[in-house]
């Protein structure tokens, strides 16, 4: 059939030149060589002279005369590729997530507006002329449409974006039928840790196209988002714990940025900071106190301020944050506390935890040669023995305080047990004052934070302890904070750190550091001596270190007491000092059954893995026990899920749900151990969790065009940004897929080549009758 001027030359821009004859194009090439060297010939002499530029011209023109006739004797045609109309199919699959409500299109269009606008008036008619179309919506779920009035809301997007999920899903639904193509409409933005590329190859190997088209700007002009906030999910009444926030932004360097947070429609927390320049993430710290005894959910809000208030940003969503702190009342920390006699620092550390019913002192005070008393116990059978000397009464303790006592008030079964507690338990040990140099080479020497050196191999002006009044280790001095000890929350007994530094300043003088060596390399020195040094470091006053499991500190002075008689009735020094530090000792202890969760918040749909450790009496692993995961979701709804034994770890359980309501969820998970002594029989541990709106469309929302390129690239697609919808179109409609079928041009009885001859033999006839040539 012969071809019309418009398909002639759309055949040549998308299609294949063959000749019907099979001869090859090279060939042809070299035979057209030919019939241009044999017209050079031919004018090599003629009837009348001619110029270099006229015989030029006539050779030309000749040659392609001739040219052309030998194209159209050997039969030319164009063999393309071209969809059937109708007869396969192209998925259309749009971004439905929450980042596509972002508007920073032009006009203050949203991303989803622009979007469908698009695929409205660019891409859906020619689509539909060649295809049954299919439309698919996607954020973490894929789902199909009845067309584009179907898509959701802006307003209630997805909180998710799984583009290699959705690929999958299409190519599940659509794999078994005739695919031509598909079109992925989105921004890119995919979180879901599923490799989209992945996805993107099975359609390669199908043979099926798939075209990209990117809705957004790569670069968000002015925005700042809350990328994280990590903090204590539980602490105990009456403590100072520390939020740690982490901050994006973009469009903001060097302007202030205000971080509140609230609890309910109270402002609990403030902090103003100075944006730094560049994309990168700036790390902050707010400092809050717990008011009431229940879980709490706190709201941070992130709010760059200007001249003229609140400055306005492209995407506000990502402002607000809630995090939640567990406060709920919780059983006491049982604290052995082991006096060698009734000095002053033993009976103001009583006080302090007066009245604290989150600790429990159990003391043993030497009052006499072979005399103790015992108070704060139990049972009358408790520390009847002494300190104790089986692993099940001392691993009932989470705590040991050791003051003033002597190496020798122990067995050497003794000190092992007590390293065993440490290390094995998780339990925390406290020195208080003085260290008996029996201790050396004891495991009681490995587990604390201070070297032990026998006093005559200290500095003679170290020597003596500060049972003398005039010696240097007996004189009165203010102790300095050091670097950790300014930001440790052990220490803060302001909430503001310059309030709290001044705090420190402004106590009374301690009298008397006991010296015994200086702090091992793992050890943290929170507080130390204003002058006094040994080894060219200054002494410490309080230092901690971890201890396998557990924790150790050491306080070289036995005089934190003058804090308390020395400052008014109302203030609370001493009492919050040591209450924070025995607390910060006994939680590290692991109960029977402990819980662990895979992150540390979730956000609406996310899936909550829950990991329980469980181990019997002597604190081994037990494998023998069942466990019921039990939750209540924020509805009120409760329901129960078996725990599973994880076969490669002792004593690990395991459970998980989908979070799908936003809330808090309180957990319960009850232990039934198998019958045998020592097992954690009808042991039970709670725990709650929030699960927040999702900040991860609106993080680092940027358009990901590197992402839809190469899925575009790796399939035999094409990709445009929303503006160039229209290429899209056409570079869809040009580019074959694996249901294409082959269709076949004739150019050599083309109109075009007829006329082209007629005009080419015309123009050198006139031409050779101006120049008098036959």
Request: hydrophobic share 45%; proline share 5%; glycine share 8%.
């Amino acid at each position: 059939m012969p071809a019309s001027q418009t398909s002639f030359f759309e055949a040549l821009a998308a299609g294949t030149l063959r000749f019907a004859y099979g001869m090859p194009l090279w060939a042809f090439a070299l035979i057209a060589l030919g019939l241009v060297a044999l017209t050079w010939v031919g004018y090599l002499n003629t009837s009348r002279p001619l110029s270099g530029g006229w015989r030029a011209c006539f050779i030309g023109l000749r040659s392609a005369v001739l040219i052309l006739v030998l194209f159209c004797l050997l039969r030319p045609v164009v063999v393309d590729l071209e969809t059937v109309p109708q007869e396969t199919f192209f998925a259309v699959v749009i971004d439905e997530s929450e980042s596509m409500s972002i508007a920073d299109m032009p006009s203050a269009r949203t991303r989803a507006a622009a979007a469908r606008e698009a695929v409205a008036d660019a891409l859906l008619a020619p689509l539909a002329a060649d295809y049954q179309v299919r439309y698919f919506g996607f954020g973490g779920q894929t789902r199909r449409l009845a067309g584009l009035d179907d898509l959701e809301p802006e307003t209630s997007g997805a909180s998710s974006t799984s583009i290699g999920g959705a690929l999958d899903a299409v190519n599940d639904q659509l794999g078994g039928l005739p695919l031509g193509g598909v079109l992925l409409v989105s921004d890119g933005s995919d979180n879901s840790g599923i490799d989209a590329e992945i996805a993107a190859r099975r359609f390669e190997a199908s043979g099926v196209p798939v075209f990209t088209l990117g809705v957004g700007q790569e670069v968000l002009p002015r925005d700042v988002g809350i990328d994280a906030v990590t903090s204590s999910q539980t602490v105990l009444e009456g403590s100072v714990f520390t939020a740690q926030v982490r901050v994006q932004q973009q469009g903001f360097a060097g302007q202030t940025l205000r971080l509140s947070v609230r609890d309910g429609e109270r402002e609990v927390a403030t902090r103003e900071v100075i944006l730094d320049a560049g994309d990168i993430a700036q790390r902050f710290e707010l400092e809050l106190e717990p008011e009431r005894e229940e879980a709490i959910v706190y709201e941070l809000t992130a709010q760059v301020i200007g001249d003229s208030g609140v400055v306005s940003e492209t995407v506000e969503q990502n402002n607000r944050y809630q995090f939640l702190v567990d406060n709920t009342p919780k059983p006491a920390l049982d604290i052995l506390f082991i006096e060698g006699h009734p000095r002053n620092e033993y009976k103001f550390i009583q006080r302090a935890i007066r009245g604290d019913e989150s600790l429990r002192l159990a003391t043993y005070l030497r009052t006499g040669p072979e005399k103790f008393y015992r108070q704060g116990i139990e049972s009358p059978t408790e520390l009847s023995g002494g300190f104790p000397d089986s692993r099940d009464e001392l691993f009932d303790y989470e705590a040991v305080i050791l003051g003033d006592i002597e190496q020798e008030f122990f067995s050497s079964e003794q000190l092992q047990l007590l390293d065993d507690f440490v290390a094995e338990r998780g339990g925390g040990l406290l020195l208080s004052g003085r260290v008996d140099e029996g201790f050396i080479g004891t495991p009681l020497a490995d587990i604390a934070p201070l070297s032990l050196v026998a006093e005559a191999f200290l500095p003679a002006p170290l020597q003596g302890g500060i049972r003398r009044g005039d010696h240097p280790t007996g004189a009165l001095y203010s102790p300095s904070l050091t670097a950790a000890g300014r930001v440790s929350p052990l220490l803060r007994l302001m909430s503001e750190e310059r309030a709290n530094q001044a705090l420190w300043s402004n106590l009374p003088q301690l009298q008397g550091v006991y010296v015994t060596g200086r702090a091992k390399p793992g050890a943290t020195v929170l507080l130390e001596h204003p002058t006094l040094t040994y080894q060219n470091q200054p002494l410490p006053i309080i230092a901690s270190q971890r201890y396998g499991s557990g924790r150790s500190m050491s306080i070289a002075t036995a005089s934190t007491w003058r804090w308390q008689m020395m400052l008014p009735a109302e203030d609370q020094s001493q009492e919050r000092l040591w209450r924070q530090l025995l607390r910060w000792l006994a939680v590290s202890a692991a109960d029977r059954v402990t819980l662990n969760f895979d992150r540390e918040f979730y956000h609406v749909g996310d899936t909550v893995r829950v990991e329980a450790t469980v181990v019997d009496a002597a604190y081994a692993p037990d494998n023998e026990a069942t466990l019921w995961l039990q939750r209540e979701n924020p509805l009120g709804a409760v329901s129960d899920t078996p725990m599973q034994w994880q076969l490669e770890d002792e004593g690990v359980y395991r459970a998980e749900f989908v979070a799908s309501e936003e809330g808090i969820h309180s957990l319960l998970v009850d232990v039934a151990s198998a019958a045998g002594e020592g097992r954690a029989e009808n042991a039970e541990q709670r725990a709650a969790i929030v699960v927040t709106p999702s900040l991860r469309e609106f993080n680092q929302s940027g358009l990901d065009a590197g992402l839809l390129e190469r899925l575009a690239a790796a399939t035999g697609g094409s990709y445009r940004p929303v503006a160039l919808a229209d290429e899209l179109a056409a570079a869809i409609r040009a580019t074959p897929n694996a249901y294409s079928e082959e269709v076949v041009t004739d150019l050599w009885d083309s109109p075009l080549l007829l006329g082209l001859l007629i005009l080419l033999l015309c123009v050198d006839w006139a031409l050779r009758r101006s120049k008098g040539l036959s």
